[in-house]
T-cell receptor
């Protein structure tokens, strides 16, 4: 049984570039969540999907951010025109509808220079 | 605004000591409280609590929830160096934990 996986694990980019991260949830999990975590803080909710439907988005998710889960399996999070303030760990989690515990992936650490 | 507050922010103890970590919350439509352990990677799930007064236990770790006073504690007995981590408390809302609200965590350091 594999857990949540994320790719890449680390990304360094220059300000203004676009980046895309991928998350593969636990196979039978129909809910998928994205969080952002900065140094010394707990994770902050960004958005979540139930199957392919994006059901909630945080105010933190500006128009430069977009997330998709086209077939209800893996998800991508894209950040356009990155800014230095986007530097953070981006965490993905998944759960089933009936079991509410969210299981986290290893995260993608983004550094914007 | 929903809020989860953890204390202390950091704690340094010697191996073998017992520690108690605190989590208080102000969340509308509370449904459950979760504890996670985070080393230098993803948070790993420890406990989920939904009912007051029922202790959850796993080895040397235990946790309990007080829904009247709006707090939870996480106890670790006979601490080991492998317990060194950030312990995160998160609260989920009614109708599913679609949005977990996390505290800032307690950084626990165990000295051999």
């Amino acid at each position: 049984d594999t857990g949540v996986s994320q790719d890449p694990r680390h990304k360094i980019t220059k300000r203004g570039q676009n980046v895309t991260f991928r998350c593969d949830p636990i196979s039978e999990h129909n809910r998928l969540y994205w969080y952002r975590q900065t140094l010394g803080q707990g994770p902050e909710f960004l958005t979540y999907f139930q199957n392919e439907a994006q059901l909630e988005k945080s105010r933190l998710l500006s128009d430069r951010f977009s997330a998709e889960r086209p077939k209800g399996s893996f998800s991508t999070l894209e950040i356009q025109r990155t800014e230095q303030g986007d530097s953070a760990m981006y965490l993905c989690a998944s759960s089933t509808y009936s079991q509410e515990t969210q299981y986290f992936g290893p995260g993608t650490r983004l550094l914007v220079l | 605004e929903d809020k989860v507050v953890q204390s202390p922010l950091s704690l340094v103890v010697h191996e073998g000591d017992t520690v108690t970590l605190n989590c208080s919350y102000e969340v509308t439509n509370f449904r459950s409280l979760l504890w996670y352990k985070q080393e230098k990677k993803a948070p790993t799930f420890l406990f989920m609590l939904t009912s007051s007064g029922i202790e959850k236990k796993s080895g040397r770790l235990s946790s309990i929830l007080d829904k009247k006073e709006l707090f939870s504690i996480l106890n670790i007995t006979a601490t080991q160096t492998g317990d060194s981590a950030v312990y995160l408390c998160a609260v989920g809302w009614s109708f599913g934990n679609e949005k977990l609200t996390f505290g800032t965590g307690t950084r626990l350091t165990i000295i051999p």
